[in-house]
T-cell receptor, first 117, second 110 residues
């Protein structure tokens, strides 16, 4: 149980285009999902917290207009990288917290490798 | 300022050796988690420690949470090539977000 999927696993796009990444909780409902960014051989940096039915909370330094997050249902959150540039190339990972807010457990997706050319 | 410091950052050892990875902070956490991540994949939760002084064992892996709940260690006995990966500690305060350490990259050679 507690499986989180991401789609696509890899994407290559041209500079200036937008890319949407999906994060799905397959066997549980997630009121909260998190989006992380990870550079090679580095740790995970939290970008934003996504709550179902409300606006996402962005970490300091993360541009909300560039990284659009939509948590439209209890099993799906999307991250759209708008007007992507080469510096946006990175490994994007989502995680999902099941059920009610009184738990610290998070389950991570397999990640999406974004390359902007 | 990095809230969680991990050491060492990189460790290369031979199969059969023992090793310890440390995760230290000046902050108190309600719980602390250890993850292992392989290249191109998401982190996989290994253990959650909650009580100060707690020790948990997972086969050849031993996890300890400091008495003051500010630090933790991961000890691997008789490391195997399959243990290779990035080990991440993450602190939890209340039911809020995770704060990750920088990670320890472990390479176990046959």
């Amino acid at each position: 149980g507690a499986v989180v999927s991401q789609h696509p696993s890899r994407v290559i796009c041209k500079s200036g285009t937008s890319v949407k990444i999906e994060c799905r909780s397959l066997d549980f409902q997630a009121t909260t999902m998190f989006w992380y960014r990870q550079f090679p051989k580095k740790s995970l940096m939290l970008m934003a917290t996504s709550n179902e039915g409300s606006k996402a909370t962005y970490e300091q330094g993360v541009e909300k207009d560039k990284f659009l997050i939509n948590h439209a249902s209890l099993t799906l959150s999307t991250l759209t990288v708008t007007s992507a540039h080469p510096e946006d190339s990175s490994f994007y990972i989502c995680s999902a917290r099941p059920g009610t807010a009184d738990t610290y457990e998070q389950y991570f997706g397999p990640g999406t490798r974004l390359t902007v050319t | 300022t990095q809230l969680l410091e991990q050491s060492p950052q990189f460790l290369s050892i031979q199969e059969g050796e023992n090793l310890t990875v440390y995760c230290n902070s000046s902050s108190v956490f309600s719980s602390l988690q250890w993850y292992r991540q392989e290249p191109g994949e998401g982190p996989v939760l290994l253990v959650t420690v909650v009580t100060g002084g707690e020790v948990k064992k997972l086969k050849r892996l031993t996890f300890q949470f400091g008495d003051a709940r500010k630090d933790s260690s991961l000890h691997i006995t008789a490391a195997q090539p399959g243990d290779t990966g990035l080990y991440l500690c993450a602190g939890v305060k209340g039911y809020s977000t995770l704060t990750f350490g920088k990670g320890t990259m472990l390479l176990v050679s046959p």
